[in-house]
Structure formats: structure tokens, C-alpha cells
């Protein structure tokens, strides 16, 4: 019982998400509107900004979004490309994500310490 009245508020909230968003882009493109395209973006917003509750998504949509729109006035169709070259290079330097290092700024010492040995010397 509870499970259908969390879906059925859940749906009605998505309902009134999306004729407010109707409105506020004085009309509905299937390709902008339904594309797979805002999915990738929340789980880029997610993994850029870390996996803190709320705050690493914050942190992520703002960092994305600014250097998005940026590279787009500079660059024309080349912001998707800097998005997804941003979101290999924090995914690989900082793997907790964005968050995580702004709450925790000892483990940035640390990473640069170890981005910083070189290897062994190998015959």
C-alpha cells in the first residue's frame, strides 16, 4: 500500500515538474526534452562532484554547467568533448570525486605525493 501511494506521489510531482518546465520553455521538443542525454548528465553531475549526499551533486552540476556553457561561447560544438575529457581526468585523479576532497583537503596532500614518486627503474 505504501509503495503505491510513494508511486502515484512521485508521478504526480514528475507531472507538475514537467508542465512547469512546458511553460517555461514556451514548448516541448522531443529530441531536447526526452533525451538520454540528461540522464548522462546526472550521472556525470554525480561522479564529477562526488558521492557525498548532496553536496557533490551541487558541486558537480555547478562545475559542469559553468565550464560547459564557457567552453560553448569559446568553442561552439567542442563543449561535450571538454565534459567528457573533465569527467575522465576527476574520475581518475580524484576518485571520490569533487566533494570529497573539498571536505577532506589532507588527502589532496597525499595524491600529490604519490602522483609525484616515480617509478621504479625497471631492466
Do not use: C, Q
Amino acid at each position: 500500500m505504501y509503495k503505491a501511494i510513494a508511486m502515484s506521489i512521485s508521478g504526480a510531482i514528475a507531472a507538475v515538474s514537467g508542465s512547469l518546465y512546458a511553460v517555461y520553455a514556451f514548448n516541448i521538443n522531443p529530441e531536447r526534452t526526452f533525451s538520454p542525454l540528461l540522464s548522462v548528465y546526472g550521472l556525470i553531475y554525480s561522479l564529477i562532484g562526488g558521492l557525498y549526499p548532496i553536496e557533490g551533486s551541487i558541486i558537480g552540476a555547478i562545475v559542469v554547467t559553468i565550464i560547459e556553457r564557457f567552453v560553448a561561447d569559446y568553442a561552439g560544438g567542442w563543449s561535450l568533448v571538454f565534459v567528457g575529457v573533465l569527467f575522465i581526468t576527476i574520475v581518475l585523479t580524484m576518485p571520490h570525486g569533487m566533494a570529497y576532497y573539498i571536505w577532506n583537503p589532507s588527502t589532496i596532500k597525499n595524491t600529490l605525493k604519490v602522483l609525484k614518486k616515480k617509478p621504479p627503474y625497471r631492466r
